[in-house]
Every structure is written in C-alpha cells, then in structure tokens.
C-alpha cells in the first residue's frame, strides 16, 4: 500500500504559478512511476503529468507542456508539480497519484495508477 498526501493549492490569478506537493508512505517511495491528475467541476478527471521512479522520463498532457513541470525527490518522498503562466481553465482538484502502469516511448505514452491521493484545490482567477 501506498499513502498519498498532496499540498500546496489555493487561489491565484491568472499568469501566477503554484507548487504541488505529494508526500509518499508505506511502500518503497523509488520503486514506482508518480503522476498528476485534475478534475474540474463538471468534467472527468484528466491526465496532467508523470515522472518515472528514476526521474528520467515524464511525460504531459498538451494543455500543460511548456508550462507544468513534474520533479521527485526521493530522498523524502515526495514529487512536486510546479504550475507556471496558470489559466482560468487549470482551476481543478489536483490529484497525486502512484504505481500502477506507465509505458513512455517515442509514439505513444499511458499511465494508469494504483494509487490516489485526496486532492488539492487550485483556483485560477482571471
């Protein structure tokens, strides 16, 4: 099992930037690919971002790249979404999640976690 802690949302104006936390216990915190989901009022929650256990591959959702950037820090468990240049439209809870299936490579890219966190709320003011 693997517990899921996120922190750091709250209100911001549009062109502001937020920094997502998501502190990991239970299992081995290297050993599997963390990601981010949003689901906005009235809409299906939506893939945001991914990071590998090694950090060295991640992978975004069109409507962020340029814009989000996902990082890890194994040592203490916890992967970070920093949300630059923020838009009305990105105002959503923001999901952490963990584990499951993650495939990357030139042509295609999925990721279907095992493990979810409680959400965070961003609000973008315009």
């Known amino acids: 099992q693997v517990q899921l802690v996120e922190s750091g949302g709250g209100l911001v104006q549009a062109g502001g930037s937020l920094t997502l936390s998501c502190a990991a216990s239970?299992?081995?915190?290297?050993?599997?690919?963390m990601g981010w989901f949003r689901q906005a009022p009235g809409k299906e929650r939506e893939f945001v971002a991914v990071?590998?256990?090694?950090?060295?591959?991640?992978d975004y959702a069109d409507s962020v790249k340029g814009r989000f950037t996902i990082s890890r820090d194994n040592a203490k468990d916890t992967v970070y979404l920093q949300l630059n240049s923020l838009k009305p439209e990105d105002t959503a809870v923001y999901y952490c999640?963990?584990?499951?299936?993650?495939?990357?490579?030139?042509?295609?890219?999925?990721?279907?976690?095992?493990?979810w966190g409680q959400g965070t709320q961003v609000t973008v003011s315009s």
């Open positions: 990071i590998s256990w090694s950090g060295d591959k991640t």
């Open positions: 239970g299992r081995t915190f290297p050993n599997y690919a």
């Open positions: 999640a963990a584990d499951g299936e993650y495939y990357s490579d030139s042509s295609e890219s999925y990721y279907y976690p095992t493990f």
